[in-house]
């Protein structure tokens, strides 16, 4: 043997975990609190998936970005508020522009795009009446192919059976203010295209409309809610109502500091972050199932046992275990977090997050709640009952 | 009992191999696999868009307007119907988006009525008393037709996008009005906005008869109001036997006019009058049925809007028995003759066609436009070399976190335990890639952190079967019995602190979309079959140890 195997902690440990459970209890309820204050009051940092809005990732062809210059001057284009910031290393950034109204601004930079795409001669206006269609004139007459050019420009699609008919040069667009609202969005990516197309690369782009926005952020709550239910009922149905409970309540707390690390850090939630979210959901449970599963055990086979201590127990028998699984995972998460890119910074941290306070969570909060909800009443009394005496 | 039986060692190597054999055309060289099956090809990983880099769009289809625009030609039509019963009344109106409304002029003629609207279309629901007829599509026909819309802009999209069949753009229909298009390898979306827009431009010519009676496929001199079009079938011959000619054709910037093709390449043409008769854009539809008599030949029959239909009327009663083209972007796909004036408002095109063919006409005929007015809801687009550095940090990324894992099992449970660990891993690795291939599912950014976190997780199990061995070896058990009943107890731990974070995986793979539901895919797929390698896998090699080493005590 080249080398003997080495016990990541010594066997038979006695802490006593349970005895700081009030410690526990307040610093975990104002870690929540906070979060979801925070959550409230700062609002998340939602992604283009959930707020709409567009997202360009750029590349300074020569040199390193600048971002006061670029700030600037996307702030003054009328495409509403504008975040920069640099993306994996100095010469690339990342530019989100809010998602966009189907107001008039949006039809003026429309126009914009379309005299810098088409020439000067093109102009977009308003339609009449309050309904979101626009009018494309042109500078001479209008035929089914240079209409067709002109809106794929526009960033406009398949509008065929709107093709102008007869000597005309003017085209009217039917559009709704809905469909209106989702098409700026592309009209925002055009005019920033055409600002700074001369100094930056353009490495990827992102364009959400409101519509899809508002349905990503519903099915990821309804997703969250149905994986955190899902979990424990799965828990109560394989051990005890308390088990369930306890199993839930540890899980509302690693969601819900989860989303204060967010607030705290200004990192990104996007879809990738929801992901994190869910699979923290599910992983910081494997703990937690561990624990229980040998509370179970011990307690069919030391009946006399009050409950602290059997949990004490259990837990420091669990303890190598629960370290290890968590160790395990904690390395492959670190090696997302400093080699992973740019793209899953979020995620990464995140999930590195989430290992650390299931792991406490799984000890402090799941077993902890296990007292307080008096799992088999009887030997908690005798728990407490020593307690007393060995304070008198 | 640790030892498996003689068939689960079998049933574990097949399995193993089985991964082996299709995780493997991932990494053969692209030679070797045109030698092999088809179907073994396939099992093959595809990128995500995030990956190779590409453009994805999700296009919502306005299917509101289009049935405002089917209940306004209804109204067209029963308004022209009661007048040729000489029903009167008072008004027809659109109820916007739901029906169409006929108020009559006198309540007493409502059975009339009601007959001349069963002669428009005897499928209509019908509601409405005394003298209002209120008249609406049967929700079945509603559903019906909007999956005919949604199914024939994908048809429509696939042939503007992918003219050369070479993109493989996957396009499909997502919920109940929206198509999701990927198209890989392409960054510019203008192109490809001006490719969706790109309309197939159909139109109806008369064809020069008196031209066309001389005989000559290509006469030197022509009138100036014709000019020659080459026929599809013309083409496709001259695609098979000069592919030389067919591949200038395509490439040729500026593009061949259909006269210069003509005259050049010499394919089977026609004169045609350059006027048109009846554009594309005033076809309703166009489908494939069978004659009502005379044994049922298939034939097509198309149909066109108000106008289409009066200019149709008007140019067929002037040319009986004259031919009359319908030409497809350069080509004429068909050229049947004028039996008779067709002022129905629409018309049937008879000729000698399989099933086949008449349903490929039909769909070049529908194909002028797309049926609804698609609006971009989401783009994204992923240029190949943020793809290429997204490949590159999430492999340094996957190998950097296997090799942590592996030193961490190595140091915590010794070269033998650790080892054999880490070995499972690596082939759980394997069965996902395995997995992946056979489902043909797309490896993306998340799914490689997907792959990561299987790396952490799957020898969690392990974690936990050793654990147990160390406590029953300290309980004084045996090695054999150690190790058994390690891994007997272990078991209820293993699989319920798995399945929840299975749940979880589940429900984001019914959540998410794309990259998402990438890394659900590979950690829900790698947390299913590492409970196979983390038990079974790892049992087998530690029960051939014991016996083959029969050691007094456990290196654990």
């Given amino acids: ?392 | 009992m640790l030892n498996l039986q003689r068939w689960q060692t079998i049933v574990v190597i097949a399995f193993t191999a089985l991964a082996v054999l299709f995780a493997l055309p991932n990494v053969l060289p692209a030679g070797l696999l045109d030698h092999l099956p088809g179907w073994y090809q396939q099992s093959r990983i595809n990128l995500g868009l995030d990956l190779r880099g590409g453009a994805h769009f999700l296009l919502e289809a306005d299917l509101r307007s289009v049935l405002n625009e089917r209940l306004t030609n209804l109204s067209d039509s029963v308004r022209a119907e009661l007048r040729k019963s000489q029903v009167g009344f008072k008004d027809v109106t659109v109820d916007n988006g739901r029906a169409v409304v006929v108020t009559l002029r006198d309540e007493a003629q409502r059975a009339k009525a009601l007959e001349a609207i069963r002669a428009v279309d005897p499928s209509l629901a019908v509601s409405g008393s005394g003298d209002v007829i209120q008249l609406a599509y049967s929700d079945q026909d509603l559903f019906r037709r909007k999956k005919e819309v949604i199914d024939q802009s994908i048809e429509i999209l696939r042939r503007r996008v992918d003219e050369t069949g070479t993109i493989e753009p996957t396009i499909v229909r997502q919920g109940d009005d929206r198509i999701l298009l990927q198209m890989p390898g392409i960054k510019d979306t203008t192109d490809l906005k001006r490719k969706i827009n790109q309309t197939a431009k159909l139109t109806f010519h008369l064809v020069n008869e008196d031209i066309a009676a001389a005989g000559s496929n290509a006469p030197a001199t022509l009138p100036p109001t014709t000019s020659l079009v080459p026929t599809r079938e013309g083409m496709q011959q001259l695609r098979a036997t000069n592919p030389k000619a067919w591949d200038e054709i395509q490439n040729a910037n500026p593009k061949l006019s259909p006269e210069q093709i003509c005259r050049r390449f010499q394919p089977q043409c026609l004169p045609v009058f350059k006027r048109v008769v009846v554009g594309g854009e005033d076809l309703d539809d166009a489908k494939a049925t069978f004659e009502q008599q005379q044994g049922g030949r298939p034939i097509i029959s198309f149909t066109f809007n108000a106008a289409g239909g009066r200019a149709f009327c008007a140019a067929t009663r002037a040319n009986i028995q004259k031919r009359l083209a319908i030409q497809l972007d350069n080509e004429i796909i068909s050229a049947p003759v004028v039996q008779s004036a067709i002022c129905g408002g629409g018309g049937i095109i008879t000729g000698s066609f399989t099933t086949q063919q008449t349903q490929e006409q039909a769909l070049l005929l529908r194909s002028g436009a797309l049926p609804a007015t698609l609006s971009i809801i989401e783009e994204r687009t992923v240029g190949a070399d943020l793809g290429a550095d997204a490949i590159h940090s999430g492999t340094i990324a996957a190998m950097v976190g296997t090799a942590l894992v592996i030193l961490f099992m190595l140091a915590v449970y010794g070269p033998l335990f650790g080892g054999f660990a880490s070995l499972a891993m690596m082939v759980n690795m394997l069965l996902v890639f395995a997995g992946m291939s056979v489902l043909g599912a797309s490896l993306t950014l998340p799914g490689i952190a997907g792959l990561v976190l299987t790396v952490g997780m799957s020898v969690d199990s392990n974690v936990l079967i050793y654990e147990r061995v160390r406590e029953e070896k300290e309980n004084g058990r045996s090695p054999f019995s150690a190790l058994a009943t390690g891994y007997e107890r272990a078991l209820t731990a293993v699989i319920d602190s798995n399945l929840t974070a299975l749940i979880a995986g589940v429900l984001l793979f019914g959540f998410g979309s794309g990259p998402i539901r990438g890394f659900a895919t590979s950690l829900t797929l790698g947390l299913l079959t590492h409970l196979f390698t983390a038990t079974i896998f790892t049992r087998m090699l530690l029960s051939t140890w014991v016996r083959w080493r029969r050691p007094t005590e456990l290196p654990i």
């Avoid at chain 1, 080249?2 to 209890?25: C, E, Q, S, Y």
């Avoid at chain 1, 229980?292 to 259990?314: A, H, I």
């Fill in chain 1, 1 to 392: 043997m080249l080398w003997r195997p080495h016990h990541l902690i010594r066997a038979h440990t006695k802490f006593d975990f349970l005895g700081k459970r009030r410690i526990a209890l307040v610093v975990s309820t104002a870690i929540n609190v906070l979060s979801l204050l925070g959550a409230f009051v700062f609002g998340l940092n939602f992604g283009i998936d959930f707020e709409g809005g567009i997202a360009v990732q750029v590349r300074a062809k020569e040199g390193t970005i600048h971002l006061d210059e670029l700030r600037s001057t996307l702030g003054a284009l009328g495409i509403g508020e504008v975040s920069l910031q640099e993306f994996g290393d100095a010469s690339t950034a990342l530019i989100r522009v809010q998602r966009q109204e189907g107001n008039a601004q949006c039809v003026a930079n429309a126009d914009r795009v379309m005299k810098h795409r088409a020439g000067d001669g093109w102009s977009v206006k308003p339609g009449p009446g309050d309904t979101g269609d626009v009018e494309f004139t042109a500078p001479g007459g209008l035929d089914a192919a240079n209409w067709r050019d002109a809106v794929s420009r526009a960033g406009l699609t398949a509008q065929e059976r709107q093709l102008p008919r007869g000597n005309t040069n003017i085209a009217r667009i039917d559009m709704t203010h809905d469909q209106r609202a989702e098409w700026c969005q592309q009209v925002a990516i055009k005019l920033v295209e055409d600002t700074i197309g001369d100094k930056y690369d353009f490495r990827g782009t992102e364009s959400v409309g409101p519509k899809i926005g508002a349905e990503l952020m519903h099915s990821g709550v309804i997703a969250v809610i149905a994986t955190l239910c899902a979990i424990a009922i799965y828990v109560w149905f394989r051990f005890e109502w308390q088990f369930g409970v306890g199993a839930l309540i540890a899980l509302l707390h690693d969601v819900i500091s989860t989303l204060g690390l967010f607030v705290l850090l200004r990192l990104d939630f996007s879809l990738t972050a929801l992901a994190a979210l869910l699979t923290i959901a599910g992983y910081s449970i494997n703990d937690t199932v561990v624990i229980f599963d040998r509370v179970r055990e011990n307690m069919r086979r030391y009946k006399k046992m009050g409950l602290v201590e059997l949990l004490n127990f259990s837990i420091n028998e669990t303890l190598a275990r629960t370290l290890m699984t968590s160790g395990t995972v904690f390395v492959a998460v670190l090696a997302l977090v400093l080699f992973g890119g740019p793209v899953l910074y979020s995620f990464s941290i995140a999930m590195l997050w989430g290992v650390i306070v299931g792991t406490y969570s799984s000890i402090w909060i799941a077993s902890a709640s296990l007292v307080y909800l008096k799992l088999r009443p009887e030997q908690l009394r005798t728990s407490e009952e020593k307690g007393e005496k060995a304070k008198a």
